[in-house]
């Protein structure tokens, strides 16, 4: 049984920092692409960032390029979202995505507050 289970979000003030984590079961978690996606309250779900299977290789949203870093660990079949200089309208439900081209597996998501 396939799964994709974030955690880590929560509330957090501007110029904060978070860690997501999305633990997966059930496939050969090294052999597929992982990224983070978010959707925010009356808005079409974007790409936030994206890594290789090895993780040789990342690209970010531009939103996001140099506050976000993606980052896997294949021994321990997770991937991270690590989020600095957090702003307003980084607020959104962050989704991890497995991809291959078989097909794509998601996680349920993770709710990201950024408020005072």
């Known amino acids: 049984q396939v799964q994709l289970v974030e955690s880590g979000g929560g509330l957090v003030q501007p110029g904060g920092s978070l860690r997501l984590s999305c633990a997966a079961s059930?496939?050969?978690?090294?052999?597929?692409?992982m990224s983070w996606y978010r959707q925010a309250p009356g808005k079409e779900r974007e790409l936030v960032a994206a890594?290789?299977?090895?993780?040789?290789?990342?690209n970010y949203a531009d939103s996001v390029k140099g506050r976000f870093t993606i980052s896997r660990d294949n021994a321990k079949n997770t991937v991270y979202l690590q989020m600095n200089s957090l702003k307003p309208e980084d607020t959104a439900v962050y989704f991890c995505?497995?991809?291959?081209?078989?097909?794509?597996?998601w996680g349920q998501g993770t709710q990201v507050t950024v408020s005072l």
């Open positions: 059930g496939f050969t978690f090294s052999s597929y692409a």
């Open positions: 890594i290789t299977s090895a993780g040789g290789f990342t």
């Open positions: 995505k497995a991809s291959r081209g078989s097909g794509d597996y």
